[in-house]
């Protein structure tokens, strides 16, 4: 775990207001033009400071929509940012941008940042989870002749690609019951309508994918059973990664824009309709015109929901946002050598800061809720 380069981020924040102050003061003693506030003052009269947020999906989608969410209510703005959405396919995309300083933040699963620590090729790291469980598993489809992990062995496993994280995570599966992980045959399936047509003609027997995905299959008729996987449920799925010199840099910037995005995962899990709505707002693209909106509604938010409950809200007993959990990047690197994605030791504490948690959680819950209520 990295200490930031000003722990006491607080102190900071008040010299940087002392400074903004007096430059505003001398300003005006010089009669010169209004001064303007370079984010995080919003109350000042000042211009938003822009910061730039890769979504490592290539589509938005209701996984995502209490980002959605905390955009439209105006919690991006509450602290001083106006925030851009920027959607990149894949993670070692996302890492590419995100060290060539392309983007300020990325939500992102870990792999990318844990083989880039390997190599010494990235060295971003996470100033908040947001993702606590991971959200790929095996499921089986009504109909398979698979019943449990232990009959997974030389049968076929549809994943979304064979570049998928889905690959790891069900041979990670098979090893757990005791199978060789070498013996599954993958087929790359796609996802949405395509999956869900090779599923109903039987072209795989098991799929290592993701909730929503597997959300959407039910939406759609069809009955598949994710299996149980201590090894699954020990693995995060990441969150809000930054260069470390950036976090540094501006530490005020990533608290109040990491604030409003759980203000957001908050406001959506008090109010899952209202987040699902934010985001048709804010991408109409997301809502299926071809339904009547009742039904649109509804399937958008039990895609919301098994992300929210599987992967987004707090566990009994926590209480603060983004937060790590004891144990959580041991668990995960030693997932990446076990699965052999990394073969350099890589220090786990090498991949994150918990030094902004504390004021990123300083926020009025109730009223984040009373939100939700009059919305």
Known sequence: ???????????????????????????????????????????????????????????????????????????????????????????????????????????????????????????????????????FGVAIPSGSTVSSAQGLAGKKIGVVSLASAGVQIAKGVAAEAGIDPNTLQFIEIGAGAQAIAAVRQGTVDALSMYDSQYQVMRNNDLDVQELESEFVNGLNAGGLAALPEKIDADPDMYIGVARAIFKGIHYCDTDPEGCVRHLWDMEPSTKANNLPEDQALANDVSVLKVRMEGSYVLEDGEDQWGAFPDGTWQRFVQYMKDSEQVKADVDPQSLYTDQLISQINDFDRAAVEADAQDN
């Not at 007096?22 to 010089?30: R, T």
């Not at 400071?49 to 959605?68: C, D, E, H, R």
């Not at 060295?123 to 991971?134: G, Q, T, V």
Request: hydrophobic share 40%; proline share 4%; aromatic share 8%.
């Open 1 to 135: 775990m990295r200490k930031t380069s000003h722990t006491h981020v607080s102190n900071r924040k008040s010299f940087k207001t002392a400074i903004l102050a007096l430059a505003g003061a001398l300003a005006l003693s010089a009669c010169s033009g209004s001064a303007t506030s370079a984010g995080g003052n919003p109350g000042s009269g000042g211009e938003l400071q822009k910061v730039k947020f890769i979504v490592t999906q290539a589509a938005w989608s209701p996984s995502y929509a209490p980002l959605a969410a905390a955009k439209q209510l105006g919690y991006f703005e509450a602290e001083g940012y106006d925030v851009e959405f920027i959607n990149l396919a894949g993670g070692t995309t996302t890492a590419t941008q995100l060290e060539q300083g392309v983007a300020d933040i990325a939500v992102m699963s870990p792999e990318p940042v844990v083989i880039g620590r390997s190599q010494g090729s990235f060295d971003a790291e996470y100033f908040a989870l947001m993702m606590r469980r991971s959200h």
